[in-house]
């Protein structure tokens, strides 16, 4: 911004972040959400947020959401390039301690499907525009996360289908 010192910049920002932090109404989970990280859990499958989103932004609105807290939680701060660059899922599946294309991400931004085709994951996109770029290059695309169906084998293999 012309004319602005880096301070003041920064002070701006921080203003409007903490703005966006508390701006948590109307904040929800997607729906099938919350069924799909419990089951994760509860069948031992590592899952990880990775966020656009700040640090103070991003811990806000999940907690708004009421979703479990993750393994792992990659935000904009951890990473140099933001979606759709790889960089943040590239890290989230460092964290988790897997090679990026047995991740699958889910995904209901563009930018964020970009990001993960471009980390070599695996991609779900639940409600993303249909004119999104590369949507037709997702492995699975959804209205609603109430049709998935993830499943670990006995040999530790993790399936993913849609409801029947």
């Known amino acids: 911004m012309p004319g602005r010192s880096e301070e003041d910049i920064q002070a701006e920002f921080r203003y409007l972040e ?3 932090a508390t701006d948590i109404e109307g904040i929800v989970a997607l ?9 994760l859990n509860e069948a031992g499958i590592p899952w ?14 999940h907690r708004a959401a009421g979703l479990p807290m993750p393994e792992v939680f990659v935000t904009a701060e951890q990473v140099k390039h933001g979606k759709p660059a790889p960089d943040a899922y590239l890290l989230g599946a460092e964290r988790l301690g897997l090679p990026a294309g047995e991740c699958a991400v889910v995904e209901d931004a563009p930018a964020g499907l970009l990001s993960g085709l471009a980390a070599g994951c695996r991609t779900i996109a639940v ?17 609603s996360l109430e049709d998935l169906v993830v499943e670990r084998q006995t040999d530790g293999v993790v399936n993913v289908r849609l409801k029947a």
């Open 31 to 39: 729906p099938g959400a919350l069924a799909l990280l419990n089951t």
């Open 18 to 20: 903490q703005i966006e």
């Open 127 to 143: 409600n993303v525009p249909a004119d999104a770029p590369r949507l037709d290059e997702a492995d699975l695309v959804l209205s």
């Open 48 to 61: 990880a947020i990775v966020t656009s989103g700040s640090i103070p932004v991003a811990h806000a609105r």
